[in-house]
């Protein structure tokens, strides 16, 4: 940041991913990162492939081209970023004690077994035909200019 700046709201992620599987779980997090290189979690939010068009009916993935994810259910987040400054986006497999575990397979997650485990590659891409963005919900203090 050139400045110190106030983010309040919530992130909103677009980003074109493809993977060779037909299924697995994402984990996209917003950092902010110091001066002195120390970071400080904002906010997440996580996506099953599967349910990427919608919370209701499972569509798995059934091709290795570009399709869109879209993280629209970020933790609200109010804070003031100070000059000097940067925001880190980390993309990355969802892998936590608090989660059910996917091994992308695209079978039902609840019945799936490590000995049935898919490793999948994922792609991130970010060009004119993909255009991958991360929106910030800057704000401004009352008084400020």
Not at 69 to 77: A, I, K, N
Request: overall charge positive.
């Amino acid at each position: 940041m050139t400045k110190d700046c106030e983010i309040s709201g919530f992130f909103k992620l677009s980003v074109w991913l493809s993977i060779d599987q037909a299924d697995t779980d994402f984990r996209a997090a917003v950092y902010e990162v110091g001066g002195d290189g120390r970071g400080i979690l904002l906010t997440n939010d996580v996506m099953r492939a599967r349910y990427r068009e919608s919370f209701r009916e499972a569509k798995l993935i059934d091709t290795k081209e570009p399709l869109r994810y879209d993280f629209e259910r970020f933790l609200f987040v109010s804070r003031e970023v100070r000059k000097g400054s940067r925001l880190r986006l980390v993309i990355g497999a969802l892998n936590s004690i608090y989660s059910q575990r996917n091994y992308n397979t695209g079978s039902d997650v609840s019945t799936e077994s490590m000995s049935a485990a898919q490793v999948v590659t994922v792609k991130l891409f970010h060009n004119k035909i993909y255009p991958s963005a991360l929106y910030i919900p800057f704000g401004q203090p009352e008084g400020r200019e």
